[in-house]
Every structure is written in C-alpha cells, then in structure tokens.
C-alpha cells in the first residue's frame, strides 16, 4: 500500500502525539491511584489512632472516678479502724467485747464490717464476711492470704488496705476492700467494706463509654465503605459503623498478636477474592479489640474516575490536534501538489523550441515562488532547475551532434585503416603454407598493424607490429609503418635492411617521438626457412604437432624500438618451422590482458593453450586463444589493441 506525502505527516503528527500523551496518561493513573491509596491508608490509620485516643480518654477519666471513689472509701475505713483502736485502748478488757459488738452493729448499719482477731489470730469479734474470708485460703489482688494478714507481726504498726474477691455461699461473689490495723499488745482489727457498687458503677461506665465511642463514631466523617468495629473480648461489639465486624473474622494469631502490644494491619484478600486495608488494635483495660477495613476498590475508584476523565480530555484534544493537522498539512501540500503537476508538465515539454524564455512564460507561472518560507525556495529551486535544465539540453543536443559527427569521422577512419590492412582471412594459402589474422581495437582506431603478402623472390612475407600510444595518432603512425614495410620488401631486401630503412624514416620528423615494436619475416614455406627481424617485439611462439616437442619461443631480437632513434643496426635473425608445425605472432594487448584483479594473461599462459592446440589451423588456433583471453578478461573492459598473425607450414 502506497501512502502520500500527506498521509505519512499525518500518521507521523499522530504517531508522536500519541507517543506523548499515553505514556503520561498511563503513569499518571499509576501515580494517582499510588497517592490515593497512601493518602487513604493514612487517613484510614489516622481514624482508628483517633479512636484509640477518644477510648483511651474515656477510660482515664471512668479510671479517675474509681480511683476517687476508692480512695474516699480507703481515707473511711482508715479514720473508722483509728477511731476504734483509740477506743479500744481506752477500754478495760471486761468491756472490750461488748464494746466492739456495739460498734460493730453501728458500722453494719453504714455498710462496714467490724472485726477483731487476739495476738494468736483468734476472732474476739467478727461478721460472716470476714469470717469466710479468714477462714479460707482468700488471696488478695497480690497474690497474698488474707487469713495470714489476721495475726499481728512483730514491728508491725500502720495500717495497711488491699482488695480481694470473695465467694460465700449467702452473699455470692463480691469485692472487698479491707483495712488491717494493728493495735499494740491485743491484736488486728479488721475493718472491710464491700465495692461491688463501684464495680456496678464499673460496669455502667464501660456502658456508657461504648455509647460515647459510637457517637464519636457516627460523627467522624470516614471514607465510602470504611467498616469500624469495637469488639469486646467475649465477642461483644460494643460500638461500629458500616458493615458488621465479629470477633470471629480476626484469628487467632492476629487476636493474639495485638493482645501482645503489636499491631496488626496492611492488604489482605478477602474470601470473595476482594483487596481491602485492614487495621487491628487492643486496648488492654478493657479487653476490647479496635477493627477497621476498606476495600481498596473504594479508594482507587476516586483515581480511576479522574484517569478516565483525563483519558477521555487527552483524546478529545489528540482528535481536535489531528484535525488542526490536517488542515495545515492540506495547505502545506497544495504548493508541492502545484509543484507535482509542474515537474510532470516540464516533463511532456518539447525543449526543442528556440525560444529561451519559454520556461519563464509557461513553467514558472502558478509556482509559489514569492513565499519565503521552505517550500519557496523548493519552487525557486524547481524554476532553476527548469532553467538549467533547458539549457543543459541545449547545450547536450549540441554535445551529441559534435559526437555524432566525431564517431561518425572516427567509423570512416577505422574503415580506412582497416582498408589499408589486408582482410584477417586474405593471406595467400598454398600447398605448403596457410595464414589467417586477427585485429580487435581498443578504440575505434588502433595502433597495432599486421600484414602478409608474397615477397618478389615468391617467399611468404608476414608482418605484425604496436605502435605506442593509441587513438588517431597511432593509426596514423601505423598507416605510415605499413606503407614503409611494403616499400621496403618490395625492393627485395632483407628483413633486418628493411627495418633500419624503416627506423630512420620513422625517427627523422617524429616530434611526439612515437615508436613501434615491429617483426618482419620471410618464410619459405618449401624448406621451412624464417628470416626475421624482431624490433622490441614480443617473442612469436612456434608449436609443432608432436606433443614431444615443448612449445618454444623466438626470443632472438634484432635491435631496439623502431622509429624511437635514428641511426639504429638491426641484425638479421633466423629459425626453421618443420613440416605440420606453425608460428604464432602477437602483440602485448594479448600477454598483457587484464581482468578485475589486475591479473595478466601473460606469455605463459598463452604457451599453454597452445599445448592443447597442436594441429589446428591458423584460425583455430586465433579463436582459441581470443576465447582464453575472454575467460580470463571477465568483465573487466579491453585496456589495449589485440592483434594477432598464424601462419603454418602445411605437410
């Protein structure tokens, strides 16, 4: 699917706002629902720390009141046993008795019990209260016997008080606060008073403050949801609000944990599967257990709700921002649509038109090129290139006609130098002899050269040569080494005579100095005779068709280059090519042929495919090599002339 311009900017702008907006979104939720859930959790410990406090303040004053109540109970009895131990001091032992049974109906009468025990813990006077408390094992609030406390000790002469819990058959269970006075040389007087009334008032203010905490509790302002729950520890719920809390919903670890001074709370899953926060405490006074839960959907809800309207916000102006884009991307394109239909119109123009202001005329009309802003200098940049473009095609045309005409001089001179070299499948072919050439330019014209005509003693004459540089110039020095080569051996000199004459008419107006590697030979295909003159040239290779015989090389040289000096002697060189054997001639464009690697042919190369070509003919064997040559070339493009000249002396 192909998208516009338009399109991607589009998708690009969305892309990126949404790439800002969601991840904010997201962790924003994450650290509004994170904030309320501490902040919920605070409040929800701070309201049941505040319970604990209203309870612990309620407790202290019922505690003030007992305690006042008790210690106005403990300031009578202690006035009532001194008032009768100074009694009992001022009286004669006959009267003792009856003295305290008096006393002792008068205090029956306010609530009091009167008693008293001889130096050997014997009653002298006594009530069934404090006979059924000294007459078994009663213990005091310490832990000590209170029938151990009836019998004077030595040293012993305060007052001392403690508090017991009695069982009697007539009176039940009952509380007793008993004060022991010593009197000298007679015994204990006892002196008790029944507190079961403060332990009923005990009792009514516990009452009392459980209604004061479940007002405290109906008028704290607590979260949706929150449960809260006082629980005494026989199961009683003494005070609550919200959804019912038993003793039976806290364990017994947790029930024992608190009991021990720790509290108990955090996130739990509730049996449904539901999350709630929960806080557990004890107040040790009253046995009571102080319980509160709320379940964390309660408290998320608040931030849920503010993600999705923010959600709800962020879409709402990411829809509103793509629609603000689009219309900006709408007038941002409408120039590069004008300019798309420009470039395709400047594309159907005809350049060929001689009016230069065309383009300023059709072109550039309707292009925004009077806005300053990227998309002006776009089209400035369009009208310009209209402009060159125009130009450049003018100016191409002109290019392609000069070339035109230069290839067309170039085709004409290789066809006159192609003329002037005898065609490659020309030469003579007689009983005893056959030839054949080949000649491939790197250019259009070249600088290699081969010839092969009958010389005018009837011998075979044959010619192969390089002309250094290449192009027109060394055509042109070949055109002039041919014509001298034929001059020459048409005298019916000798081969190493004709290349001196050759070397200095080449050498006397050379200015570029230019020269030629140059062979000239004379073979008698009758006795395989080879006279030959090799100027620099590369060694011919003769093969013979007995795969006993190694390919060899004519290696003997004549003299230097051709046509570079003047005043140069070339010796005369000779071999003999047997009956079935053949000569092959070449220049370096063959040795020296490249491929990707830079990697030469090389001469030996060459020596080897002709091992494999023992008997074939003369063009057989220029296919061969030019087919190796290929292989080895690749792709890599022809850097030199290839020129090559077999010639075989049949059987």
């Known amino acids: ?62 505690l003030s009141s007992e305690i006042e109540a008790v210690i106005v109970a403990k300031e009578d009895l202690s006035w009532c046993a001194n008032m009768l131990r100074e009694m009992e001091e001022l009286e004669k032992d006959s009267e003792r008795r009856e003295k305290l049974l008096h006393w002792q109906k008068f205090f029956l009468a306010t609530g009091y019990h009167l008693a008293m025990f001889d130096t050997h813990g014997l009653p002298i006077v006594t009530t069934p209260l404090i006979t059924a408390v000294t007459a078994f094992d009663v213990f005091d609030f310490k832990g000590q016997s209170l029938r151990s406390m009836i019998t004077p000790r030595r040293g012993q002469a305060g007052a001392f008080f403690t508090v017991a819990q009695v069982k009697d058959a007539r009176m039940g269970e009952t509380s007793l606060l008993a004060c022991f006075l010593p009197v000298p040389g007679q015994g204990m007087l006892v002196l008790a008073l029944q507190i079961d009334e403060l332990m009923q008032n005990r009792i009514a203010e516990e009452n009392s403050l459980a209604w004061s905490v479940q007002e405290r509790l109906d008028t704290l302002e607590l979260s949706p949801g929150t449960s809260v729950a006082i629980i005494a520890g026989n199961g009683k719920v003494q005070a609550s609000r919200g959804e019912k809390i038993s003793l039976d919903d806290l364990s017994e670890g947790v029930r024992e944990q608190v009991r021990s001074g720790l509290q108990a709370g955090g996130e739990a899953i509730g049996p449904k599967g539901n999350a709630f926060l929960y ?23 608040p931030a849920e709700s503010l993600s999705r309207y923010l959600f709800s916000v962020a879409l709402c102006l990411i829809i509103l921002s793509l629609l603000i884009m689009l219309a900006l991307t ?10 798309t239909r420009k470039a395709r119109d400047l594309a159907a123009e005809d350049f060929n038109a001689d009016e230069e202001t065309y383009l300023e005329k059709k072109i550039l009309e309707g292009m ?89 003693d009837g011998r075979q004459v044959v010619v192969i040569g390089d002309v250094s540089d ?24 000798g081969c190493a005579e004709a290349m001196r004459r050759i070397n200095e008419r080449l050498a006397e107006n050379n200015p570029s100095c230019m020269f030629v590697t140059l062979f000239i030979g004379i073979f008698d295909p009758e006795t395989g005779e080879l006279d030959y003159a090799s100027g620099a040239h590369c060694p011919p290779f003769v093969v013979s068709p ?44 063959v040795s020296e042929a ?43 493009p022809q850097s030199d002339d290839i020129t090559m000249l077999c010639f075989k002396r049949k059987r």
Request: one cysteine or more.
């Open 1 to 62: 699917m192909r998208l516009s311009f338009r399109a991607k900017l589009f998708l690009l702008v969305a892309l990126a706002i949404s790439v800002a907006a969601l991840p904010l979104i997201f962790f924003s939720r994450d650290h509004l629902i994170e904030s309320s859930m501490k902040r919920e959790h605070d409040s929800f410990v701070n309201t049941v720390m505040l319970i604990e406090d209203n309870i612990s303040a309620y407790y202290m004053n019922m």
């Open 279 to 301: 806080r557990i405490s004890y107040f040790k006074p009253l046995d009571w257990f102080i319980a509160a839960i709320i379940p964390t959907d309660i408290i998320k809800e």
């Open 330 to 339: 709408a007038r941002i394109i409408e120039p590069l649509g004008a300019l």
């Open 368 to 456: 925004p090129v009077h806005r300053t802003d990227e998309v002006g200098q776009l089209a400035s940049s369009f009208a310009a290139l209209g402009k060159a473009l125009d130009k450049n095609i003018r100016t191409l045309k002109e290019t392609v006609a000069v070339r035109q005409r230069m290839e067309g001089e170039l085709s004409a001179a290789r066809d006159i130098q192609l003329g002037i070299l005898p065609p490659p499948d020309s030469a003579p072919c007689t009983e005893h002899y056959e030839a054949h050439a080949f000649l491939e330019p790197a250019k259009e014209v070249g600088g290699d050269l081969y010839d092969f005509f009958i010389a005018p």
């Open 470 to 493: 290449k192009g027109v110039s060394a055509a042109l020095f070949m055109s002039m080494t041919v014509t001298l080569v034929r001059y020459a051996m048409a005298e019916g000199i």
């Open 546 to 589: 007995d795969k006993e015989i190694a390919v060899r090389a004519l290696t003997d040289t004549s003299g230097p280059l051709v046509g570079a000096m003047e005043d140069m002697e070339f010796e005369p060189c000779h071999a003999f090519i047997q009956p079935g054997e053949y000569c092959l001639l070449y220049t370096d464009g």
């Open 594 to 636: 490249m491929d990707v690697e830079k990697r030469l042919f090389t001469e030996q190369r060459i020596a080897e495919v002709l091992d494999g070509m023992r008997e074939a003919a003369p063009e057989a064997v220029l296919d061969g090599i030019m087919e190796a040559l290929k292989a080895h070339r690749g792709t890599a």
